[in-house]
């Protein structure tokens, strides 16, 4: 079952990724889909704790930061969550904001750091490739 998990996990990853760099978006029924994801490894009290723990400081910046963060990424992230659980959720959140301040620290020194600092970034594909590596951290050192 965890193995259907991490393919569907994956996939609608892949699809919130290519919608964010496409259309700056993330549809609500993939946020949705990947929600009821989370829903089949059984446990509704494990996937409820982590669609909260995870998505709760985004949801907190994206107030604090005047719109800088948007909801889909607030929605994807809760989803996420309940497929991770409160641990993995919060890797998944460390991974990915460690990779897209890595990319604004490379545009920084390439074109400036004026130039990284009016670079918007779309998240998604970054919260993915942290979501992939702590699903595949979760699937072998449970």
Known sequence: ?????????????????ICDLKTRQIPNRLSLM??????????????????????????????????????????LMAACGSVLGPVHG?????????L????????????GFQAAKQTALPLAPFLSAGGVLSFLMLLFYR
């Open 34 to 75: 990947i929600g009821a994801a989370g829903l089949l490894h059984g446990s509704p009290i494990w996937a409820c704790t982590g669609l909260f723990v995870t998505s709760l400081p985004y949801l907190t910046a994206a107030m604090l930061s005047k719109g800088k963060i948007g909801g889909g990424d607030i929605k």
């Open 1 to 17: 079952m965890m193995v259907l998990q991490g393919i569907l996990f994956t996939a609608f990853l892949t699809c919130a990724s």
């Open 100 to 111: 897209v301040l890595l990319v604004a620290a490379g545009i920084g020194l390439r074109y």
């Open 90 to 98: 919060t890797l998944q959140s460390l991974i990915g904001l460690t």
